[in-house]
């Protein structure tokens, strides 16, 4: 049974920092593209990072220097460190598996950056 269970979501202050964790099960994480989108409330869903097979990172400018998007292939996991957080952050996070046309999603956790 194909699985992307995300976990690590909270509250956490203005220029606090968090890490979100993606468990992967039931395809061949490796060869998967793994990415992080996030959606707020009344917004469209968008990318924040990418970690591709081979390694390649991509983010957007919204994120950049800020999250650092991590794989570890022996645990099928990928990570996303996000420091100096904003409350514009806030959003449901979302795990996001591709290789070719197929595509998998997690259910998703909530970040909240508040005071």
């Known amino acids: 049974q194909v699985q992307l269970v995300e976990s690590g979501g909270g509250l956490v202050q203005p220029g606090g920092s968090l890490r979100l964790s993606c468990a992967a099960s039931?395809?061949?994480?490796?060869?998967?593209?793994m990415s992080w989108y996030r959606q707020a409330p009344g917004k469209e869903r968008e990318l924040v990072a990418r970690?591709?097979?081979?390694?390649?990172?991509s983010y957007p400018d919204s994120v950049k220097g800020r999250f650092t998007i991590s794989r570890d292939n022996g645990k099928n996991t990928v990570y996303l460190q996000m420091n100096s957080l904003k409350p514009e952050d806030t959003a449901v996070y979302y795990c996001?598996?591709?290789?070719?046309?197929?595509?998998?999603w997690g259910q998703g956790t909530q970040l909240t950056v508040s005071s």
């Open positions: 996001n598996a591709r290789f070719a046309s197929i595509e998998k």
């Open positions: 039931g395809f061949s994480f490796s060869r998967y593209a």
């Open positions: 970690i591709s097979s081979l390694g390649i990172i």
